[in-house]
């Protein structure tokens, strides 16, 4: 299996423009989520879903934040607009829910907005 | 969202010294309790976990001690290695929500 792949691996683009980052979950996995890390507020837990289903999008940090689950094999995050503020790595993780195997992470997506 | 608590933000040891990483959790319904390793670049990946059944776990030189009644948890490096050296999140979550929360992380030098 080739984990959890997240696109792309950099993103630069100035403040104001739409910010779209992709997830690819591990094959077989039911639970996705999106977290963001920075130095100052470390991993926070943005959104995440269970079967496609979004659970739990109390930590997108407001409406200019989305995600969505298509299909079992992909997932989007979206900015629009975008801000200098959500400059941090964007992290999507993959499990099997309810069987405690922990989660695999992606390499992440470095997003700076200038 | 901080419902995990970690401690110390960094730590430096030697060669063959034994790191010591605490957390402290809230929520009582936490029943998996995972640390995690993460090395510059990378996402962070699942190094050892315990459920609040044990009250210790051994995998190779990590070690998870585990006290439910005090909420807290700890991780111990023995004979820590330079390549040892990482940011370590410890982290809890439910068994039906999956919704896991980290700590702040810690990061590790291990000095030659």
């Known amino acids: 299996d080739a984990g959890v792949i997240q696109s792309p691996r950099h993103e630069v683009t100035e403040m104001g423009q739409e910010v779209t980052l992709r997830c690819k979950p591990i094959s077989g996995h039911n639970s996705l989520f999106w977290y963001r890390q920075t130095m100052m507020r470390g991993l926070e837990l943005l959104i995440y879903f269970n079967n496609n289903v979004p659970i739990d999008d109390s930590g997108m940090p407001e409406d200019r934040f989305s995600a969505k689950m298509p299909n079992a094999s992909f997932s989007t995050l979206k900015i629009q607009p975008s801000e200098p503020r959500d400059s941090a790595v964007y992290f999507c993780?993959?499990?099997?829910?309810?069987?405690?195997?922990?989660?695999?992470f992606g390499s992440g997506t470095r997003l700076t907005v200038v | 969202q901080q419902q995990v608590k970690q401690s110390p933000q960094s730590l430096i040891v030697q060669k063959g010294g034994i790191p010591i990483i605490n957390c402290a959790y809230e929520?009582?319904?936490?029943?998996?309790f995972p640390w995690y390793q993460q090395f510059p670049g990378k996402g962070p990946a699942l190094l050892i976990a315990i459920r609040p059944d044990v009250s210790e776990k051994k995998e190779g030189r990590f070690t998870i001690s585990f006290n439910k009644s005090a909420k807290q948890f700890s991780l111990h490096i023995m004979d820590s290695q330079p390549g040892d050296s990482a940011t370590y999140f410890c982290?809890?979550?439910?068994?039906?929500?999956?919704?896991?929360?980290f700590g702040a992380g810690t990061r590790l030098t291990v000095k030659p």
């Open positions: 929520n009582t319904a936490f029943d998996y």
């Open positions: 982290a809890a979550s439910t068994v039906y929500n999956n919704d896991m929360r």
């Open positions: 993780a993959s499990t099997l829910m309810g069987a405690n195997y922990g989660y695999t």
